[in-house]
């Protein structure tokens, strides 16, 4: 892979340099369990405006039009993290959905959610995993009966990141029950607002309530919005599921926070010594460095394969395994090198960051479980990937 800028690409570099020099004041970082304040819908807003966020997503849909470009895609998310400034907003709407729709949604469908939700104006959340159907996701039990022109839902999810602020959701419901598991599943969009829906938030060890429970009774939802084809959304699903194991994944969110990292351990001392002067840290900082690295070449190879259509195969089923564990390493050397400091609840006077730090080490500990557990995800790799004998069934 030739990494060299020509011309055009140092042009088109000095031009995000530029922009960020004049407008990275206005960044604003957007919390995924809540909404968008307006300063992020700001920021928002300004990178759609550029082409900075939803660069190749069609006009007609609310991006901007541009052809896929490894380099710039590329360019734009390391200057960005070199600047140190927020990043286009990647909720799940954003990251998951639209991607989705892009592929697999209706015409109508594509104009009416996809440029509301790149705005920040329309907050989805997703409901896939039930109390009995998580790992063995296909063995849901939400299921969605034909009445007139409607679906009436009634079940329960379970885990569902956002659906206390969500306008919308993208859910699974069995809509043929006599079906085998895999088949009579259907993916439905409508509104969380909709009669007949109760959220109870679950709240986890970092103190927040990212997660929550979903109670469906009766609910009531036109059966034209469905995504693909009745009976067919485990299509649809593993459509999702590979852009969420992307997201979770991502290569870039990973780089910044090892910035964060080293600029910690540049600052930080005991008894006068910077901690990256601390031989064991130091130690620790370069392997995970390695790794990041690796994982930043990595998310150039998908990038060159999505431009050229490629499937990349074994390459991307490894994003989310790798992502989630090493982003909870940094997390992890963080905490072990702020020593007690890591250990402060909020509101001590000595602590750093607000408690980003332990917050992001709770959260990412969650993050290899949830989105897929990390032995799913090996197991994965091997039977896809490696083409490995799979997994024996229990009758």
């Not at 104009?111 to 920040?120: A, M, S, V």
């Not at 409607?150 to 859910?171: L, P, Y």
């Not at 150039?300 to 090493?326: F, I, S």
């Amino acid at each position: 892979m030739d990494l060299t800028l020509n011309p055009r690409y140092e042009a088109f570099r000095d031009e995000l340099r530029a922009f960020l020099k004049t407008h990275g004041h206005r960044s604003a970082f957007a919390r995924t369990a809540e909404r968008p304040d307006a300063a992020a819908l700001a920021w928002q807003h300004l990178l759609l405006e550029h082409g900075y966020a939803g660069r190749t997503v069609p006009r007609d849909y609310g991006g901007h039009g541009a052809a896929p470009d490894v380099m710039e895609s590329y360019l734009i998310t390391e200057e960005f993290a070199r600047a140190g400034v927020a990043p286009p907003l990647g909720n799940q709407g954003i990251s998951m959905l639209v991607p989705t729709l892009l592929e697999l949604g209706t015409e109508a469908q594509r104009r009416e959610w996809i440029g509301p939700t790149l705005r920040g104006e329309v907050v989805w959340c997703q409901g896939y995993s039930e109390p009995g159907a998580g790992s063995d996701l296909a063995s849901l039990q939400t299921r969605a009966t034909e009445d007139g022109a409607d679906f009436v839902i009634n079940g329960q999810k379970i885990w569902t990141s956002t659906a206390h602020v969500a306008d919308m959701i993208f859910c699974l419901v069995r809509t043929e029950p006599g079906a085998a598991k895999h088949a009579g599943i259907s993916y439905l969009l409508f509104s969380m607002k909709m009669p007949g829906i109760e959220v109870r938030p679950l709240k986890t060890m970092t103190g927040h309530a990212e997660f929550n429970e979903v109670f469906f009774t009766d609910v009531r939802v036109p059966q034209h919005q469905i995504v693909g084809q009745r009976g067919e959304g485990w299509k649809v699903a593993n459509a999702t599921l590979k852009y969420e194991r992307g997201s979770l994944g991502n290569p870039n969110l990973t780089t910044q926070r090892y910035q964060e990292l080293v600029t910690l351990m540049q600052t930080e001392t005991v008894d006068g010594s910077r901690l990256i002067d601390q031989p064991v840290l130091r130690d620790r900082l370069m392997r995970l460095q390695g790794q990041v690295l690796a994982q930043k070449c990595h998310g150039l190879r998908l990038l060159t394969a999505a431009a050229k259509g490629e499937d990349p195969g074994l390459a991307a089923l490894v994003v989310k395994l790798q992502g989630c564990e090493l982003r909870h390493q940094l997390a992890a050397l963080a905490i072990d090198a702020l020593g007690e400091v890591g250990l402060l609840m909020p509101g001590s006077a000595h602590l750093r960051a607000q408690g980003l730090w332990q917050e992001r080490y709770m959260f990412d500990l969650g993050l290899i479980i949830g989105g897929g557990t990390a032995q799913i995800q090996k197991n994965i790799i091997a039977e896809r990937g490696l083409d490995m004998p799979r997994e024996p069934r229990l009758a």
